[in-house]
C-alpha cells in the first residue's frame, strides 16, 4: 500500500475499530478452550447483542422445532463458533454504523454489506460449505475499506454519487487515484484487527472471481464473498442494468452452478431478506419487491435453460426418427399397459441423455418411483384392479412432470422418470409434487376404496455428485429408493453416498 495513504488511515481520528465487545469477542474466538457458559457470559453483558444471538437462532435460517428460550439454548442450536462470528457481525455493524460521513453513500453502502452477505451466505448453504457465519461475516465486511478510506480521504467519495452505484467501476477509480481499492485496504485493515486468516484473504480477493471449478473448501469460501458482490447488485440496481447472464455465468463457472440452481439461490436470498431486514434492523430493498426481481430473472436465466430443453427436444425427435426408419414402430417404444415407454426404450434413450449432459454439462436427474404395497392390491381386488392403479398411476406420472420428461415402466409396479437439464432441488420438488398427487388420489375398487402411495428415489448427475454413466445413475436413484422404503415407505428421498452406504 501506498506509505502516505497507509500513514493517512492509522492516522484518521475516526479510523473505524472494533469495539471493546467485538476484541473480547476475537480473543475468545482464539482460545481453543473456550467453554458455553463463558461465551454465554460474554455475550449477556450485551443485552441487544444477545437478544440479536437468541432471535437468530429462532429464525428461519436455523428453523428449529424447539425454540430457544434463552442464550445458552441458543448457543446450542447455533454452536460455539457460529456464535461468536454472528456475534462479532452484530457487533461491527453497530461500531461501524456509528462514523460520520464524508463523500460515502452510507444508506447505500450498508444495504449493499447487508445484501452481499445474505448471498454469500445463500451460496454457501446452496453448496453445503459448513463456514456460513464465518462466510457471512467475510462478504459483510468486504467493502469496509470504503468507510476507512472516506474518513482519511474526505474527498475520495465526494460528488461520485453516480459512480458509487457501479462498484467495479468504483474500484477502478479507487485503483487509479491510490494505486490500491478498498478490497486491498478492507483485507489490510481484517490483518490488523488479528481476524482470522481466511476472513483476511477473502476480503482481499473479493473483487476476483476465479473462473476454474474446484472442490476446495476454502476457494469455495473466497468464492462465495466474490460473487455475492454482483449478486447483491441485482437487488440493487434498475431493472435495465442488471446483468443477470453475466452474474449466472460467473456462478457456473466459479461455483459450478447452473441457471436452474443460480435461479434457486437467487429464490433463497429474496426470502431471507425479510430476516435480514428484522435482525439488523435495515431497509434492503427500497423500490423493488424481490418477486419482481425474481421474474426478471427467470426470464432471463430460462433463455439458456429452453435452449438446452429445445435441444433435448430435438435430439429425442431425431433419435424417434431413426427407430422409425429402421421400422421399429411405436408398439416397439411402449408398455402395452400403460402407454409409457418401455424399459428397452428407456435404456437406449437414458444412454443419449446422459452423454448429452456430460457433452453439454447440464444435469441430469433419474427418479425411481415405485407403488407402495402394490401386491396387497393384487392380492384384494384382483389383477385387473392393479392394472387399474397401474394405468392411474400413469396418469399422475404425466400430469406432475414436464414434456421434455421421459416417463417408462421399469418393472411391474416400478417406473422410472428422467429429467433432462435439471438440477437435484428442482428433481426434489418434482417428486415431491409427484408424491402428494399419489396421497390425494384414491381409487375405487367397486363398494371399496384403496389408496395407493409411492416411494421415490432421485438421483442427479452433476458437478457436485459425478457418476461414470447411465447405469450408475439408476443404482444411485434405486439405492435412494431403497432408503425410502426403510425409513417407511410413501415419501421422497434424495440419493446419499453416505445413506447408500449404510444400506
Not at 434463552?70 to 462514523?99: M, P, Y
Not at 486468516?197 to 476454474?212: D, F, G, I, K, P
Not at 455428485?465 to 447405469?471: A, I, L, R
Amino acid at each position: 500500500m501506498n506509505p502516505e495513504i497507509e500513514a493517512l488511515l492509522r492516522l484518521s481520528v475516526n479510523f473505524p475499530s472494533p469495539p471493546g465487545v467485538a476484541m473480547h469477542i476475537i480473543e475468545l474466538a482464539q482460545d481453543p478452550e473456550i467453554e458455553l457458559g463463558k461465551v454465554a457470559k460474554a455475550l449477556s453483558m450485551d443485552s441487544a447483542l444477545s437478544s440479536k444471538i437468541l432471535r437468530i437462532a429462532n429464525s428461519p435460517l436455523y428453523a428449529q422445532r424447539r425454540k430457544s428460550e434463552n442464550l445458552r439454548q441458543a448457543l446450542v442450536v447455533l454452536g460455539l463458533n457460529s456464535t461468536l462470528t454472528l456475534a462479532l457481525s452484530f457487533s461491527l455493524v453497530k461500531s461501524l454504523r456509528g462514523a460520520k460521513t464524508n463523500g460515502l453513500d452510507y444508506k447505500l453502502y450498508w444495504r449493499r454489506a447487508l445484501l452481499c452477505a445474505t448471498a454469500a451466505r445463500a451460496l454457501s448453504d446452496f453448496l453445503h460449505h459448513t463456514s456460513g457465519e464465518e462466510i457471512f461475516l467475510a462478504a459483510l465486511l468486504q467493502d469496509v475499506g470504503m468507510l476507512a478510506l472516506d474518513q482519511a480521504l474526505p474527498d475520495l467519495y465526494r460528488d461520485l454519487e453516480a459512480l458509487q452505484q457501479d462498484h467495479a467501476a468504483l474500484a477502478e477509480y479507487e485503483t487509479t487515484r491510490l494505486q490500491v481499492d478498498h478490497a486491498y485496504v478492507g483485507g489490510w485493515m481484517m490483518h490488523n484487527w488479528h481476524l482470522p486468516e481466511r476472513l483476511h484473504s477473502a476480503v482481499s480477493h473479493s473483487h476476483t472471481l476465479q473462473q476454474a471449478f474446484t472442490t476446495d473448501p476454502r476457494q469455495i469460501f473466497e468464492r462465495c464473498v466474490a460473487l455475492s458482490g454482483p449478486i447483491a447488485d441485482l437487488f440493487l440496481q434498475e431493472p435495465q442494468q442488471r446483468q443477470f447472464a453475466e452474474t449466472a455465468l460467473r456462478a457456473e463457472r466459479g461455483l459450478g452452478l447452473d441457471n436452474m440452481a443460480f435461479g434457486q439461490v437467487l429464490g433463497t436470498i429474496a426470502s431471507m431478506i425479510p430476516e435480514t431486514e428484522a435482525i439488523f434492523d435495515s431497509e434492503l430493498l427500497s423500490k423493488q419487491h424481490p418477486d419482481l426481481i425474481l421474474e426478471q430473472a427467470r426470464d432471463v436465466l430460462m433463455l439458456r435453460s429452453l435452449h438446452a430443453l429445445r435441444e433435448i427436444s430435438t435430439l429425442r425427435g431425431a433419435l424417434e426418427q431413426a427407430s422409425r426408419g429402421a421400422a421399429q414402430g411405436e408398439e416397439t417404444r411402449r408398455d402395452a399397459l400403460t402407454g409409457l415407454y418401455n424399459r428397452a426404450y428407456l435404456e437406449r434413450v437414458l444412454g443419449d441423455e446422459f452423454d448429452h449432459a456430460a457433452r453439454h454439462k447440464w444435469p441430469l436427474s433419474v427418479a425411481f418411483v415405485d407403488l407402495d404395497d402394490f401386491k396387497k392390491v393384487n392380492e384384494s381386488f384382483g389383477p385387473q384392479a392393479g392394472d387399474r392403479v397401474l394405468q392411474a398411476a400413469a396418469c399422475i406420472l404425466r400430469s406432475n412432470t414436464r414434456e421434455t420428461d421421459l416417463i417408462a415402466r421399469y418393472d411391474g409396479e416400478q417406473f422410472i422418470v428422467v429429467l433432462p437439464a435439471t438440477d437435484a432441488q428442482t428433481a426434489q420438488s418434482i417428486c415431491e409434487r409427484i408424491l402428494t398427487t399419489f396421497r390425494n388420489t384414491g381409487h375405487a375398487m367397486g363398494s371399496q376404496h384403496a389408496d395407493v402411495t409411492v416411494s421415490i428415489g432421485c438421483a442427479t448427475h452433476n458437478v457436485q455428485t459425478n457418476f461414470s454413466n447411465q447405469g450408475d445413475l439408476v443404482v444411485a436413484a434405486h439405492q435412494a429408493l431403497r432408503t425410502a422404503k426403510l425409513r417407511g415407505r410413501n415419501r421422497s428421498v434424495p440419493f446419499s453416498r453416505q445413506a447408500a452406504a449404510s444400506i
